[in-house]
């Protein structure tokens, strides 16, 4: 199985601020990666697929980069309606594996 | 309006069984894929199984393998028997809508039915 491992595990960050979440893959998956924002006590909500690729609805605040085994997700101009946990997902292969989830908190 | 609804979930000793019901509407169940992805207490996302858009394809992670079976019906609902129920399937199911962008990905989620198992 793919193993997918997220980096920080949690950060801390104000309003404004711009985030940026690692994800990396035991091995190379191309752009075969995706992310959800999951708040508290909600299901996932699928953010970007294809590592870049807006899904419809979701604010342009949201950016994704990365191809091979590293990934990255980044937040500009930080909402309130942002502090959530996230998740990297890689499609690549049956299982499709999450890594651990970045807890984003207010600071 | 899109929308998921599970349902079944509960209370079950070690080694029960269970059957969880999602039920679709607002879009054409019949042509998608459709998954159940779990999360223990406190935990990340776990995909446990996957049925393809007309039934004839199942996959399963290999912790439920053998133990869980996933079925769909033509009256737009999406079913996981489970049964040899251990502790640590305790999690909130979530069934999932799949969406082929680069691979499998979950673009539909339901609000998921908590499953305990415990004596």
């Known amino acids: 199985d793919i193993q997918m491992t997220q980096s920080p595990s949690s950060l801390s960050a104000s309003v404004g601020d711009r985030v940026t979440i690692i994800c990396r893959a035991s091995?190379?998956?191309?752009?075969?990666l995706n992310w959800y924002q999951q708040k508290a006590g909600k299901a996932p909500n699928l953010l970007i697929y294809?590592?870049?690729s807006l899904q419809s609805g979701v604010p342009s605040r949201f950016s994704g980069s990365g191809s091979g085994t590293d990934f990255t997700l980044t937040i500009s101009n930080l909402q309130p309606e942002d502090f959530a946990t996230y998740y990297c997902?890689?499609?690549?292969?049956?299982?499709?594996?999450f890594g651990q989830g970045t807890k984003v908190e207010i600071k | 309006e899109v929308r998921l609804v599970e349902s079944g979930g509960g209370l079950v000793q070690p080694g029960g069984s269970l059957r969880l019901s999602c039920a679709a509407s607002?879009?054409?169940?019949?042509?998608?894929?459709m998954s159940w992805v779990r999360q223990a207490p406190g935990k990340g996302l776990e995909w446990v199984s996957t049925?393809?858009?007309?039934?004839?394809?199942t996959y399963y992670a290999d912790s439920v393998k053998g133990r869980f079976t996933i079925s769909r019906d033509k009256k737009n609902t999406l079913y996981l028997q489970m049964s040899s129920l251990r502790a640590e399937d305790t999690a909130v199911y979530y069934c999932?809508?799949?969406?082929?962008?680069?691979?499998?990905?979950?673009?539909?989620w339901g609000q998921g039915t908590m499953v305990t198992v415990s004596s």
């Open positions: 999932a809508k799949d969406v082929y962008y680069y691979g499998r990905s979950f673009d539909i």
């Open positions: 607002g879009f054409t169940f019949s042509i998608y894929a």
């Open positions: 049925i393809s858009s007309g039934g004839g394809a």
């Open positions: 091995q190379s998956i191309s752009n075969y």
């Open positions: 294809g590592a870049s």
């Open positions: 997902q890689q499609s690549y292969n049956t299982p499709e594996t």
